[in-house]
């Protein structure tokens, strides 16, 4: 069994409470509210950029070139993705600039940040488990989504559940499962592993505040349409 399916495994509630989220029913069935949409991809265009610098801080946390050369290829992954954002963005009028000076909403502070100071305080493997829920959880959505495509060509969020189901993110996900059996036949001891499922469910729920907050993001700016207040106001 990889340390992927061991963690899942260990945390499934939490697992589930993020890959079968309402989010992700709305979104397969097409009835995901376009405002709840958008007031996700604008804050998970704020995430990219937070996660990125948590697999630059993936390079530097590794000994090997071998781990530096994965987290180089993970973090362009992030930056390919995003892309889509930018793609989509475009079409409600937003630019990159917009996005990047969009306020963080307190669910985008708190799950980035938490990832990061994973790998500040903790060792390369502890990192990589914070960042899986990520990557391998987003490509086992894509998975899922996909047949709703050949159900209805015209699917509204095809674009995302594309990029998600491709090919190219379906290997990224499959080397990150493959990176951490590595990374765990180098450091991890069954004491070490209640600890890392803790990262791993934490990261979980965190992924599921995530779409959460796209509904309440919405919610905001329909009960105060002059926007959302800065973080901290
Ligand atoms: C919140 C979140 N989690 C994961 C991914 C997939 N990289 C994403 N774009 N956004």
Redesign the pocket.
Known sequence: MSVFARLKAAALDDWNSYVDHAFIRQMEDGTLPEAVFQSYLV??YL??IQ?ARANALAIYKSRTLDDMRIAQTSLN??MN?MNLHVRLCERWGLSPADLEAAPEHRA?VA?TRYVLDCGASGDLLDLHVALA???I??AEIGKRLEPALLANPDHPYREWISE?ASDG?QEAAQASIAHLDRLAELSLTEKRFDGLTAIFAAASRL?AD??QMGYDIADERRNHPAGIKPLGA
Do not use: H, R, S
């Open positions: 804050q998970d995430f990219l996660f992954v992030i993705e985008t799950y829920p990520c990557v959880g987003y998600y993110f992924e995530f779409w």
